[in-house]
């Protein structure tokens, strides 16, 4: 099977976590999710834009607890009804301020997409055995990687991000009040975030993006399945493409790890498809042994992946 091309599925995931440039053409808007049930609604109660956000932190975890995060890296997998391959492995590194290494198996060929805060590339297999090729973002994808909001996502610490927060008012949300607040980074981007009205912690995600040919459209993002990691309250699915009419893809996050020792060259431009420097580390809530790249040869197959060898 060839390896992963560029395609709506990593670019959603991506998006979803505020990353990198969709990868190919996002729905039109005038095509894109509908608004939640209730949109346009006259806020309810008396809590501010601000305090709603402070809520939201608050439930997430705690605004200090999250300034202390400098790195953190997911281990997971993605499903597609796109994709021929029912399991795609994912290993995804963050770090301060706005730093990002993401990669993806298809049938044991590694995809990945790395930006270093300034710059960006994105490397799949190449002709030759454990040969690269590798490209830079295209000024899209650049835009939209400078533009993330890193670690955080658009609420934590917003006002020291240059962003301002409104209160748009009430929806319902799969069944639940939300607060919808928009987002306005210093960019002028707009995100779009709604909080459940009794748990405070997020329920759905909207931002713009942009095609390879600039034309704009929206994803909309689900969270769903929290966890609590270090105190830490973080989402174990996200449903990517929620309301429309196709199925929606799925990010099933199995393990995190928090400030874990990351080997610097992981944001520098590839060099081929081999993991220079690879750091293995405990990731809670597991912590029984290592965990494996993508692709690697050790430690247990995501669900319904093939065993390793």
Wanted: aromatic share 6%; charged share 20%; no cysteine.
């Amino acid at each position: 099977m060839a390896p992963l091309p560029p395609s709506r599925l990593a670019g959603a995931v991506l998006l979803a976590l505020a990353l990198q440039a969709v990868q190919a053409a996002p729905a039109p808007l005038a095509d894109a999710v509908p608004p939640a049930q209730g949109a346009g609604q006259a806020p309810a109660g008396e809590l501010s834009a601000a305090q709603i956000v402070e809520k939201n932190v608050a439930a997430r975890g705690g605004l200090e607890a999250w300034r202390k995060i400098q790195n953190m890296v997911w281990v997971g997998h993605l499903q597609s009804p796109d994709s021929p391959d029912p399991v795609l492995p994912f290993f995804l590194e963050q770090e301060r301020p706005n730093k990002t290494h993401f990669e993806i198996d298809s049938a044991g060929q590694k995809s990945m997409r790395v930006f270093d805060g300034t710059r960006g590339w994105k490397a799949r297999p190449g002709k030759n055995p454990g040969a690269a090729d590798v490209r830079p973002f295209s000024p899209q994808e650049l835009k939209f990687a400078r533009d993330a909001q890193g670690i955080d996502g658009p609420l934590i610490d917003y006002a020291a991000h240059g962003s301002t927060v409104a209160l748009l008012g009430t929806d319902i949300v799969e069944g639940r009040k939300a607060y919808r607040i928009a987002v306005r980074a210093a960019s002028g981007e707009r995100h779009d975030v709604w909080i459940d009205a009794e748990t405070f912690l997020d329920l759905r995600y909207d931002r713009t993006t942009y095609s390879a040919k600039g034309e704009p459209g929206v994803i909309s993002i689900l969270y769903r399945d929290y966890k609590t990691i270090e105190g830490l309250r973080i989402p174990g699915v996200m449903e990517i493409g929620v309301g429309s009419a196709r199925v929606p893809d799925k990010m099933i996050i199995e393990k995190v790890a928090l400030n874990a020792p990351l080997d610097p060259k992981t944001f520098t431009r590839p060099g081929g498809m081999k993991r220079r420097g690879p750091t293995f580390v405990d990731i809670n809530p597991n912590p029984s042994g290592p965990v494996p790249m993508p692709g690697s040869n050790g430690g247990a197959a995501p669900p319904g992946a093939p065993a390793p060898r």
